[in-house]
């Protein structure tokens, strides 16, 4: 398989649990940088395989992108003999990921002291909701629920005039499957020093809790506070991409030397002395008003021509770019970052990896793998026997997966 054992993860072996999107974008990561990730899926299949479009049942596109470089194999865990099949993977492997709720997973009795048993040295990470130490542990959670539980939705809510809105993006799910990645990593890493697997808990709620707080805790650091969760420029509704003579721009003018360049570009050098633009702190604590004399003043020119204007200052500036045309955008294309793949499902469009490793250089995997298809491969490579894997791996588990349902991913 394209991708498998290239790469600085190279050897490691993942036993993968994990559905929809947060622990499967881990489980990419690992597979895009060379570990072996052996996807246990039911009978059904994990869910993002139903999403629309794709040209066959089963291998929409966001599943195809999102699972790429992985191995499936079909186990109802459910049934003992398929949970022994499992515990038995697991002894060789360096990772087992899941991202059932506490009550879930310890009723298919594959707690970490489950696995433990199975291999000391394994590092086992929970994916879910909520810490199973406070009391929303047994809540459902998907990102939506989460960016509202976070305070993702409210900061939004400042920048839409008070109406509640969600970014248009999975950002809960794909934090925490950051997250997670990083998580596991650090502790393979510390096996390598102690020689001991451990458990991680990767909860996203507080993982965006965390993210938000970064920036936004602000004055609540101190005890007592010495003001409001909230980092002031983020959330001024004045804060928005600027409208031009001809659309609109991305602009960030941040510190001193940028508000001195833009003051000079422009021909007005003198606001520069005006004490609400003198500093940081002048202008964090005037923002709305900085920010509408800017927004004033990019209504003078055409995008192209403060775009050019910007960059020539060294000022960060870019037009708005729509995802159809970073399909064909310069730079990416320049990298080599759109990968153009003949693959069994097709030919396929894929984002290449973002980070580059000058010694062991990662490469995508093949595309998300039909269901169970790799499931007699892996049992074999396992010692499993000719009829233990007949009775695993059944007819049932191969079928094709009926046409998939219009839906939206969670």
Avoid at 100 to 119: E, F, P, Q
Avoid at 292 to 315: F, H, N, P, S, Y
Wanted: hydrophobic residues 40%.
């Amino acid at each position: 398989m394209s991708g498998r054992g290239k790469g600085p993860l190279a050897g490691v072996r993942i036993v993968d649990l994990t559905s929809v999107l947060m622990g499967p974008y881990a489980t990419q990561i690992f597979a895009d940088l060379g570990a072996d990730v052996i996807k246990v899926e039911s009978e059904q299949g994990d869910t993002t395989r139903a999403l629309p479009p794709g040209r066959e049942a089963g291998r929409g596109g966001m599943f195809l992108n999102l699972n790429r470089g992985k191995r499936s194999i079909v186990l109802n865990l459910k049934e003992a003999e398929s949970r022994e099949a499992l515990l038995r993977l697991c002894r060789d492997a360096d990772v087992f990921v899941h991202s059932m709720r506490a009550r879930a997973i310890a009723r298919l009795g594959l707690t970490y002291d489950d696995v433990r048993a199975a291999n000391p040295r394994i590092i086992y990470a929970s994916m879910y909701g909520y810490g199973r130490g406070g009391p929303y542990r047994d809540h459902p959670a998907y990102d939506d629920i989460v960016q509202a539980a976070s305070g993702i939705v409210d900061l939004q809510a400042r920048l839409s005039g008070g109406e509640p809105t969600y970014l248009a993006n999975v950002v809960a799910d794909k934090v925490s499957g950051l997250t997670g990645a990083y998580a596991i990593t650090a502790a393979l890493y510390a096996r390598e020093r102690t020689g001991e697997g451990q458990e991680i808990e990767v909860p996203m709620f507080e993982t965006m809790v965390s993210f938000c707080a970064l920036e936004h805790l602000c004055g609540s650091v101190f005890r007592p506070p010495l003001g409001p969760p909230e980092y002031a420029r983020a959330v001024s509704p004045s804060r928005r991409p600027y409208q031009t003579a001809d659309g609109h721009i991305g602009v960030m003018i941040y510190n001193d030397r940028h508000w001195r360049d833009f003051f000079d570009a422009i021909g007005n050098p003198e606001w520069s002395r005006d004490p609400v633009f003198a500093t940081m702190e002048s202008r964090t604590r005037n923002i709305d008003t900085v920010l509408a004399r800017v927004a004033a003043t990019m209504k003078t020119r055409t995008t192209a021509e403060w775009v050019a204007l910007l960059r020539e200052a060294q000022i960060p500036a870019t037009a708005i770019a729509s995802l159809e045309e970073l399909l064909h955008d310069e730079h990416l294309e320049a990298v080599g970052f759109w990968q153009d793949r003949e693959t069994d499902a097709g030919s396929l469009r894929m984002p290449g990896i973002p980070v580059q490793f000058s010694a062991t250089p990662g490469e995508i995997g093949d595309p998300g793998p039909a269901l169970g298809a790799d499931g007699r491969a892996i049992l074999e490579e396992a010692g499993f026997g000719s009829n233990e894997i007949e009775r695993l791996v059944g007819k049932g588990a191969s079928l094709p997966m009926a046409a998939p349902e219009q839906g939206g991913a969670a």
